[in-house]
């Protein structure tokens, strides 16, 4: 059992920039493979940024390109998402998750935090 607890949400106007955090515990987070989602009202949920454990980056999908960062440090179990330029298109509540394969599909997740939203004013 992974449990994944995100920070870092809030209210920022366009342009500006916000720092997601994930912390996770229970078994070896190393194992995992971290991703971010993201789920705006009456939306699919989106994937957003993916990691393996050595750092290897699974391609951002173009609405986020050069603008998301996802990193992580695994002896602190942390994965963070850094926004930047961020656009009312990016509201949202954003999840962290954790799977075994490195894929952008949200079944391939077995645990989830309970999200944290995000909301860019025009």
């Known amino acids: 059992q992974v449990q994944l607890v995100e920070s870092g949400g809030g209210l920022v106007q366009a342009g500006g920039s916000l720092r997601l955090s994930c912390a996770a515990s229970?078994?070896?987070?190393?194992?995992?493979?971290m991703a971010w989602f993201r789920q705006a009202p009456g939306k699919e949920r989106e994937f957003v940024a993916g990691?393996?454990?050595?750092?290897?980056?699974?391609g951002y999908p173009d609405s986020v390109k050069g603008r998301f960062t996802i990193s992580r440090e695994n002896a602190k179990n942390t994965v963070t998402l850094q926004m930047n330029s961020l656009k009312p298109e990016d509201t949202a509540v954003y999840y962290c998750?954790?799977?075994?394969?490195?894929?952008?599909?949200?079944?391939?997740?077995?645990?989830w935090g309970q999200g944290t939203q995000v909301t860019v004013s025009s």
């Open positions: 998750a954790a799977g075994r394969g490195a894929t952008n599909e949200a079944r391939g997740y077995i645990y």
């Open positions: 229970g078994r070896t987070f190393s194992d995992y493979y």
């Open positions: 990691i393996t454990w050595s750092g290897f980056r699974l």
